[in-house]
């Protein structure tokens, strides 16, 4: 069993950065890929990036490459997702998952966390 839970989430204003952290507990997460998906309202839950196992290798959907680091620190079980440059349409609540898998896929995961609201003002 995986426990995750989102924090680092908040309102900031449109070019700056947040950094969201997950941190999970259950012996097995190292052997984890974990993902970060985020669902805007009224809209279905979209993929943003993913991290494997060890961390060397990292994989982004297209609106947030070059704005968006994932990274995981092991002996912390946690994944972080480093936000820069952000824009309006990055507003919406951030989902870590995380299960036996490296997809970019919701149904692929198996745990969820409660999720994190990331509000960008114009």
């Known amino acids: 069993q995986v426990q995750l839970v989102e924090s680092g989430g908040g309102l900031v204003q449109s070019g700056g950065s947040l950094r969201l952290s997950c941190a999970a507990s259950?012996?097995?997460?190292?052997?984890?890929?974990v993902a970060w998906f985020r669902q805007a309202p009224g809209k279905e839950r979209e993929f943003v990036a993913v991290?494997?196992?060890?961390?060397?290798?990292?994989y982004y959907e297209e609106p947030v490459k070059g704005r968006f680091t994932i990274s995981r620190d092991n002996a912390k079980n946690t994944v972080y997702l480093q936000m820069n440059q952000l824009k309006p349409e990055d507003t919406a609540v951030y989902y870590c998952?995380?299960?036996?898998?490296?997809?970019?896929?919701?149904?692929?995961?198996?745990?969820w966390g409660q999720g994190t609201q990331v509000t960008v003002s114009s």
């Open positions: 998952a995380a299960d036996t898998t490296y997809s970019a896929r919701v149904r692929d995961y198996g745990y």
């Open positions: 259950g012996r097995t997460f190292t052997s984890y890929g």
């Open positions: 991290i494997n196992w060890s961390g060397g290798s990292t």
